[in-house]
């Protein structure tokens, strides 16, 4: 069958500025958390990699650039570095960021593909984590100045923005599980920089609507909470999931408010963040023009079977278990399951519950552990990435059809890039990155995104079984 998507569908991918940009301490750049953490850590990172150099994309962006026509680009989603553009997150604006940003834009706009530019990716300056990061209202002030300036610099050319990237990585992995800087294990501190992250991106859209004229909005990480049963606990049991892993950032973000559930569970366990009634009529006045969704994988809950210690810090788990389902497919170099029609599930919940907002999907890949071996002269012939992006396009052609207000499919990622914490261990790409010697190589992948951009869809070819 032809899957058509509508016309002036969006089609591209998503990259970071840490994960990709390179010359961490060249152009006047500041450090920032992951710089920092690698100093004083660098055997939690894997092999011992860090963002010094990533992928070198801030000293190959002309030639970079030219890749993305190649590659089914209509659109991009890189992000700018707030320690690039202010080395210290505040005061006087480094001057060699704004030229290179502005060859970034310009190069885009060049090649005919329309800037989606992202302020933050999980890339704090270290100057603002000294004095608590998100934790600090300062900070959020400071955020909203850096944004300003970018927009001021920025938006004639730039008419879609994002002002956060799954917001609720950086509150899990430096606040709740020990997988980011600043490594605490403090839920009052996380559920205060979530709300403060909040804060932040609605007075960061008050201040683009002030002098703009584009659109503004948030990418989230949707993952669907689905129960093991529809047995009332484990129905309950994916409620509060949901309400933690999805509710928190997107009922505020495109409702303007947080969710009632939410607020009874934090108040019980003694970590609702300090606010106040002034701050929460900004956030509702200010709420996103459009949302942006990374999907990667979804999120199946039970009842717990077990009493969680109370001694412990609490945690959402305090309410529920990971379950496992039996003869679920998975990425076994990521130990994610792939469920292709979560997807659809988004759309429809984004249809029903949000207004019918306009979306996109921001995010949606399959990273390969060491997928160079595979490399045949450079070319790597990744059909298992292209079949995978096939089967989501496929469940989001469904919502589509069903009404869902989507404008576009962004993957991840443009060049295979340099992870957080696992360096280049698992490749996501649409053009490999010859680590030794920074050639660049169009995957096969590439190429189809290529064709699927020139027709705007594909002929899909696989049948669907019923509960597949």
């Not at 990971?322 to 792939?338: A, D, L, S």
Request: glycine share 8%; aromatic share 16%; with cysteine.
């Amino acid at each position: 069958m032809k899957l058509e998507f509508p016309k002036g569908f969006y089609w591209g991918s998503a990259a970071s500025a840490t994960q990709t940009e390179g010359a961490a301490n060249e152009g006047g750049k500041g450090k920032n958390i992951w710089d920092h953490w690698y100093e004083i850590e660098p055997r939690r990172f894997y092999d011992e990699v860090g963002p010094g150099k990533a992928s070198e994309f801030y000293h190959h962006l002309e030639n970079d650039l030219k890749l993305l026509n190649q590659t089914g680009h209509n659109s991009f989603r890189p992000s700018i570095s707030w320690s690039r553009m202010f080395p210290k997150g505040y005061g006087e604006v480094n001057q060699d960021a704004i030229k290179f940003y502005n060859k970034l834009i310009d190069g885009m706009i060049a090649e005919g593909v329309e800037p989606f530019i992202n302020l933050y990716h999980f890339d704090m300056p270290f100057e603002m984590q000294k004095i608590g990061g998100f934790e600090n209202k300062e900070v959020v002030n400071h955020f909203v100045k850096y944004a300003e300036t970018c927009f001021d610099l920025f938006g004639d050319r730039v008419k879609r923005w994002f002002t956060f990237n799954e917001p609720i990585v950086p509150v899990h992995g430096g606040y709740l599980y020990d997988f980011h800087y600043p490594n605490k294990v403090d839920p009052k501190a996380a559920f205060q920089v979530a709300y403060n992250t909040i804060l932040a991106s609605a007075k960061a859209i008050a201040a683009y609507k002030k002098s703009q004229d584009g659109k503004i909005g948030i990418v989230l990480n949707l993952t669907p909470s689905y129960p093991r049963s529809q047995h009332p606990s484990d129905l309950e049991a994916a409620r509060i999931s949901d309400l933690f892993s999805n509710r928190a950032f997107l009922d505020p973000s495109v409702k303007g408010t947080f969710p009632e559930g939410l607020k009874v569970i934090l108040e019980r366990h003694s970590v609702l963040p300090d606010y106040s009634i002034e701050e929460l009529e900004i956030i509702k006045k200010n709420k996103v023009d459009y949302l942006g969704v990374n999907y990667y994988h979804p999120h199946r809950v039970c009842a717990r079977t077990t009493v969680p210690n109370l001694e412990s810090p609490f945690m959402p788990e305090f309410y529920y278990e990971n379950y496992e389902m039996p003869g679920r497919r998975m990425n076994i170099y990521k130990n994610w399951e792939i469920y292709e029609q979560g997807l659809y599930d988004i759309a429809l919940n984004i249809r029903d519950n949000y207004g019918n907002i306009e979306w996109m999907v921001s995010e949606n890949g399959m990273g390969v552990k060491d997928e160079r071996r595979f490399a045949k002269e450079e070319y790597i012939e990744d059909d298992y990435r292209i079949e995978f992006y096939e089967d989501h396009l496929y469940w989001l052609h469904k919502g589509i059809q069903a009404g869902s207000n989507c404008i576009g499919y962004h993957v991840w990622t443009f060049i295979d890039n340099w992870s957080w914490m696992n360096a280049y261990r698992n490749r996501y790409g649409l053009v490999s990155l010859n680590l030794k010697t920074g050639t660049r190589t169009i995957k096969k992948s590439g190429y189809w995104l290529n064709e699927v951009k020139t027709n705007n869809g594909f002929e899909y070819k696989r049948e669907w079984k019923l509960g597949e």
